[in-house]
C-alpha cells in the first residue's frame, strides 16, 4: 500500500522547465513515477520529453487529471505556486524548493489545513514508496521494497540511514522527507499517523534533529496512539545553543530543543533512541526479528 | 539573522512603537558628541549580538558629556561572552516607574504567531514562565486572520494592566509590533523592558529583533544591516564562500553533505571521543570548487588536527567531491591528515580516485563510524 505516493500517484512538476525541474521530474518518471503534466507560466504547449506543459495547474488538472504536484519552482515564487495547486484541487502538494520565507509556510499551513490538503515540504528530499513510486529527490537506488516506514526532517541523514537498513536486509514501506525549515506543511506527527493506518508498513523509524518539539510531540502520540514500534534517532547531541546548524529549525533556543532532551522524552514513553544512524537501523534489526 | 539593538529600535521607530532618542558611536569622541546632542543623562550601551549586556558591564550610566565618553572608552574593545565591543548606542536617559515584557514569535507546534506579555518585565523570561506561570499571558494568532483590536484587549486586561493611559498605549503597541513583525518578515521581536515612566509614557527601552534569512531578498535595507564584524571572522568568510559552517572548539574539522548528516557526523565524532572543530556543510550541489571552498574555510582555523569528509552522495556526486579533495590538497599544501568516507552517486569513482592520487594524508574509511573513529586517532 504505502502512502503519500504510489501507482495512483498522478504528478504535475511546478517548474519542469527548470533545469532541477527536469533533471529530477524526468528522473522520477524513468523510476516509474506517473509523470503527466508540467507547469510553467508562459510555455503551455511545448513539451519536456514527452511531459505536456502548461501554463496553469488548473489546465494540467483538467487535461491529464494530475492529482499530485511537486514544487520546483524558485523561493520568492514558491508560496504563490502551492496556493495555485491547492486552488486547482491538487490533494498532495510536496515543495522540494529550499528558502521559503517562514511567514509565508505559516499562512499557507493555515490555508491548507482547512482545506485538507497534504503539504509535505518545503525543503524537503521529497517521498519515495520503493517499487511504486519517487517524488522528489531521493536517491531511489539506495532502498529496497520493505516494512519499515521511515520519517526524516533531513535529506541524506535519511539516505545514510536507508543504506544501514538496506545493508541489514531490510526495506521501506514509504521514505517520507519532512524538512528542515521551523514551519512545515507535515509533522512527524502527521506521517506517523498514516504509518499506523498503512497495512504494508510494519515498523517505524523516526529521524529528528535539534529545533522545536515536534519530537517530543511525537513521543506522546506513539505511546498514545500507536500500535506499530517505532526507532528514533536525533541529530545534534553537541550542538551548541543559539547557533543554527545548517537547517533554519535546527536551532536549540534557551533550554528548549536539545536532542537529550528529545531522547529523554522518546525513552520516557518506551521508544528507543539510537545515538548513530548504525545503532538506529541496528535496534530496527532487532525489533524485525522479534 | 539577529539585529542590534539599534537596528531593532530603527525598525520599531519605523513602524510607529515609541522609543527613546539615540545615536550610534564608535569611538568615545563620537560618544561625547552624541551625548551633547542628546542632552542630560545618558545610557551608554554595548551593541553586540548576544544577551546579558548589562551584567557585563556593556551599559553605564553617563550624567555628563564628560562622562560618556569614559564610560564609551571602558566598554569599547570589552569583551562580552566572546564578543567583541566595537559600537555603541547612546540613548537619553528614561526614568523608570514601572517594567513590563512584549514580544511576538513563532510557536512553531501550533504554527502561529504567539504573543507574550507579562507586567514582571526586566528580566529573562524564562524566569518568569519558570517561576510565575500565571503572570505571562500568552495569545496565539491566526496567520490568515492578522491582529485585532481584541488580541490586544486581551494582552492588557489578562496582565492585570489597570491604568486606562497604560492600556491603550500598550494596545496601540500591540498593534504595531504585528504590523513589524508581518512587514520585516521576523522570527522574533522583543521588548523587554517595555517601560512605564513616572508620566505614564509607555516605550520599549531595548529590542530583541531576529529576521527571518530566507526573507532577506524582499528586504535589501534589512540585509544591510547584516554585520559582517560582530561575526566569527570564519563564519563570515564561510557566508562568503557560500559555505555553511559553525565553529565549535575542538580539533577534528568535520565535512558534510547536507545539514543532518553534518550533524549526525559531529556527534558521531564526540561520541568516538574526540572534539569536532566545526560544522560543515556543503550543501546540495556539493562541486569540485565547492569542496575546495569548504576545505579553505575549515583549514583557516588553525586549531585543526584532522580532518573528516563524510558524503553520502544524493545529488552531490563523489567522483566531484573527490576532485575537490584533490585540488584542494594541491593547491593550499595541506598537511593535515584527511579521512575520507564516501558513499552513494559515483562513491566508486570517488574512491577509484582518491586511491591513484595515493597522497600520504588521505585515508579512505568505509563506513561513517570507521572515519570518524580513524579522524579522531588521527588528531591525537
Known sequence: MAIIVDPDTRLVVQGLTGSEGRFHGLRNR????????????????????????????????????????????????????????VDAGIATVICITEGVPAHEMLRLHAFVQVRGVRLIGPNCPGVLSPGKANVGIIPAEIFREGAIGLVSRSGTLTYQIGHELTQLGLGNSTIVGIGGDPIVGSSFLNILALFEADRQTERVVMVGEIGGDEEEKAAAFIEAEMSKPVVAYIAGFTAPPGKTMGHAGAIISGSEGTAQAKKDALEARGIRVGTTPTETARLVAELARV | ???????????????????????????????????????????????????????????????????????????????????????????????????????????????????????????????????????????????????????????????????????????????????????????????????????????????????????????????????????????ALAREKGVTYVKLDGEV?????????????????????????????????????????????????????????????????????????????????????????????NAEEGRRILDEASLQNLHAEGTMLDGARRAVELAA
Not at chain 1, 54 to 69: K, R
Open chain 1, 30 to 85: 524513468s523510476y516509474g513515477t506517473n509523470v503527466v503534466a508540467g507547469v510553467t507560466p508562459g510555455k503551455g504547449g511545448q513539451d519536456v520529453d514527452g511531459i505536456p506543459v502548461f501554463d496553469t495547474v488548473v489546465g494540467a488538472v483538467s487535461e491529464t487529471g494530475a492529482n499530485t504536484a511537486m514544487v520546483f519552482v524558485p523561493a520568492p515564487f514558491a508560496a504563490d505556486a502551492m496556493y495555485e495547486a
Open chain 2, 253 to 345: 574539522g568535520v565535512l558534510g553533505n547536507g545539514a543532518g548528516l553534518t550533524m549526525s557526523s559531529v556527534d558521531v565524532v564526540t561520541f568516538a571521543g574526540g572534539r569536532p572543530a566545526n560544522f560543515c556543510d556543503l550543501g546540495g550541489g556539493g562541486d569540485a570548487q565547492g569542496v575546495v571552498d569548504a576545505l579553505e574555510v575549515v583549514t583557516s582555523d588553525p586549531q585543526v588536527r584532522s580532518i573528516f569528509f563524510n558524503i553520502f552522495g544524493g545529488i552531490t556526486r563523489c567522483d566531484e567531491v573527490a576532485r575537490g579533495i584533490l585540488q584542494a590538497v594541491e593547491q593550499m599544501g595541506l598537511g593535515q591528515p584527511i579521512v575520507v568516507r564516501l558513499d552513494g552517486t
Open chain 2, 1 to 235: 539573522m539577529d539585529l542590534h539593538e539599534h537596528q531593532g529600535k530603527e525598525l520599531f521607530r519605523r513602524y510607529g512603537i515609541p522609543v527613546s532618542d539615540g545615536r550610534l558611536a564608535t569611538t568615545p569622541g563620537e560618544a561625547r558628541s552624541a551625548a551633547e546632542t542628546l542632552g542630560g543623562t545618558v545610557v551608554v550601551k554595548a551593541q553586540v549580538l548576544i544577551g546579558g549586556r548589562g551584567k557585563a558591564g556593556g551599559i553605564k550610566l553617563a550624567s555628563s558629556p564628560d562622562e560618556a565618553e569614559a564610560r564609551a572608552g571602558e566598554i569599547l574593545g570589552m569583551d562580552i561572552r566572546g564578543h567583541t565591543v566595537a559600537k555603541l548606542w547612546i540613548e537619553r536617559a528614561s526614568d523608570i516607574a514601572r517594567e513590563y515584557y512584549l514580544s511576538l514569535t513563532f510557536d512553531r507546534s501550533a504554527k502561529q504567531p504567539l504573543f507574550m506579555f507579562t507586567t514582571q518585565g526586566g528580566i529573562d523570561i524564562e524566569e518568569v514562565a519558570a517561576t510565575s506561570p500565571d503572570a505571562l499571558v500568552k495569545l496565539l494568532v491566526d496567520p490568515l486572520e492578522g491582529c485585532h483590536p481584541w488580541h490586544a484587549r486581551r494582552l492588557v486586561y489578562a496582565a492585570g494592566v489597570d491604568d486606562p493611559g497604560e492600556q491603550k498605549q500598550i494596545a496601540a503597541i500591540v498593534g504595531k509590533l504585528y504590523e513589524a513583525f508581518v512587514g520585516a518578515d521576523a522570527m522574533l521581536c522583543e521588548i523587554n523592558p517595555l517601560i512605564v515612566t513616572p508620566d505614564g509614557e509607555v516605550r520599549a527601552l531595548d529590542s530583541k529583533f531576529t529576521v527571518d534569512d530566507n526573507a532577506l531578498f524582499r528586504h535589501p535595507d534589512i540585509a544591510e544591516m547584516r554585520d559582517a564584524a560582530a561575526a566569527d571572522p570564519l563564519e
